[in-house]
């Protein structure tokens, strides 16, 4: 499962190594301060670039990542002083998928950008030879585009992915966006009263009504995370150090972080998924809080040991 953190955390990762490689001599302060990060943050995410390089691992193939007294400091494998040399197959390929997010319309202004040099280095008739369109477009889609862009509300009935359940629901739509191969609808549901994202592909009816709503101003940029919900199994989980990787992959809320431990709050539609998580991560994994999370955890540890009996 790739998350959203893990997302904004690579986001974060891959603007700060061409920052510090370019101001050299960049303080941790500075650093945190334009990173939005803490120190924790840093020297993680600088322990994980320390990682980073290509098979062979020796010295001219490995980055190093680390803070020496008040400055942080990055140095690039050698590699990273030559220019890649795409073959003609990953050009086309790199293009292709530019091009797909562009006729989604979610392009960002600098993406768009890079396509256009991209075209025209590599295929210079683009725009006659080459064609990219995105799988999955149906007339749903074309009517909630329609309502999204006239501002009416639509009614849904709505399958969920997690318990399976048809729910029938008033929809304001602000905008349809397509990402890891599905196509999702963003809006403001009246039946929750919150922002909430639905896949295209699980609405079994739609109808627009004549019913029209106000668009927020700052709308937030189109993305698919989990968003909890009062019915959600929610517990209190103490990370130890072979644990840390739990917050990138899971919808967690971060509660409390130490030199060796992560307190995080966890959210699942099902006491099912944390009780299987802490019993994988045995004793680097301390539950601090959900009842009905202990009791899975018991009965799946109790049967396990009986087979074994």
């Given at each position: 499962?790739t998350?959203?953190?893990?997302?904004?955390?690579?986001?974060r990762?891959?603007?700060?190594?061409?920052?510090v490689?370019?101001?050299?001599?960049?303080?941790?302060?500075?650093?945190?301060?334009?990173?939005?990060?803490?120190?924790?943050?840093?020297?993680?995410?600088?322990?994980?670039?320390?990682?980073?390089?290509?098979?062979?691992?020796?010295?001219?193939?490995?980055m190093?990542?680390?803070?020496?007294?008040?400055?942080?400091?990055?140095?690039?494998?050698?590699?990273?002083?030559?220019?890649?040399?795409?073959?003609?197959t990953?050009?086309?390929?790199?293009?292709a998928?530019?091009?797909?997010?562009?006729?989604?319309?979610?392009?960002?202004?600098?993406?768009?950008?890079?396509?256009?040099?991209?075209?025209?280095?590599?295929?210079?008739?683009?725009?006659?030879?080459?064609?990219?369109?995105?799988?999955?477009?149906?007339?749903?889609?074309?009517?909630?585009r329609?309502?999204?862009?006239?501002?009416k509300?639509?009614?849904?009935?709505?399958?969920s992915?997690?318990r399976?359940?048809?729910?029938?629901?008033?929809?304001?739509?602000?905008?349809?966006?397509t990402?890891?191969?599905?196509?999702?609808?963003?809006?403001?549901?009246?039946?929750?009263?919150?922002?909430?994202?639905?896949?295209?592909?699980?609405?079994?009816?739609?109808?627009?009504?004549?019913?029209?709503?106000?668009?927020?101003?700052?709308?937030?940029?189109?993305?698919?995370?989990?968003?909890?919900?009062?019915?959600?199994?929610?517990?209190?989980?103490?990370?130890?150090?072979?644990?840390?990787?739990?917050?990138?992959?899971y919808?967690?809320?971060?509660?409390?972080?130490?030199?060796?431990?992560?307190?995080?709050?966890?959210?699942?539609?099902?006491?099912?998924?944390?009780?299987?998580?802490?019993?994988?991560?045995?004793?680097?994994?301390?539950l601090?809080?959900?009842?009905?999370?202990?009791?899975?955890?018991?009965?799946?540890?109790?049967?396990?040991?009986?087979?074994?009996?």
């Open positions: 499962m998350s959203e953190r893990t997302l904004s955390r690579l986001s990762i891959l603007a700060l190594i061409p920052y490689l370019s101001n050299e001599g960049a303080s941790v302060a500075e650093v945190l301060d334009r990173f939005g990060y803490n120190e924790t943050e840093l020297a993680r995410d600088l322990d994980t670039v320390f990682v980073c390089g290509l098979p062979g691992y020796g010295p001219g193939d490995l190093e990542a680390f803070i020496d007294e008040d400055e942080v400091v990055i140095d690039a494998a050698d590699y990273f002083a030559r220019a890649p040399r795409l073959t003609s990953e050009a086309i390929s790199l293009l998928g530019g091009m797909a997010i562009v006729a989604s319309g979610q392009a960002s202004r600098e993406l768009e950008s890079a396509v256009e040099k991209l075209s025209k280095a590599v295929v210079p008739d683009a725009d006659m030879a080459l064609s990219v369109d995105v799988s999955g477009e149906s007339q749903m889609l074309g009517q909630l329609t309502a999204a862009t006239e501002k509300v639509v009614t849904i009935t709505y399958r992915l997690g399976e359940i048809e729910t029938t629901r008033q929809v304001e739509p602000w905008t349809v966006f990402t890891l191969g599905n196509w999702y609808l963003q809006g403001y549901c009246r039946l929750v009263e919150g922002e909430r994202n639905f896949r295209v592909d699980r609405i079994r009816k739609l109808q627009v009504t004549q019913q029209s709503f106000e668009r927020p101003t700052d709308l937030p940029e189109p993305g698919v995370g989990y968003t909890p919900s009062e019915e959600d199994i929610v517990c209190d989980i103490s990370l130890g150090p072979g644990a840390q990787w739990v917050p990138d992959y919808p967690v809320e971060i509660l409390r972080v130490t030199k060796n431990r992560t307190q995080v709050r966890f959210y699942s539609v099902d006491a099912e998924i944390p009780a299987r998580l802490l019993l994988r991560l045995g004793a680097a994994a301390r601090l809080k959900g009842d009905e999370v202990a009791e899975r955890v018991a009965e799946i540890g109790g049967s396990l040991l009986d087979k074994y009996r």
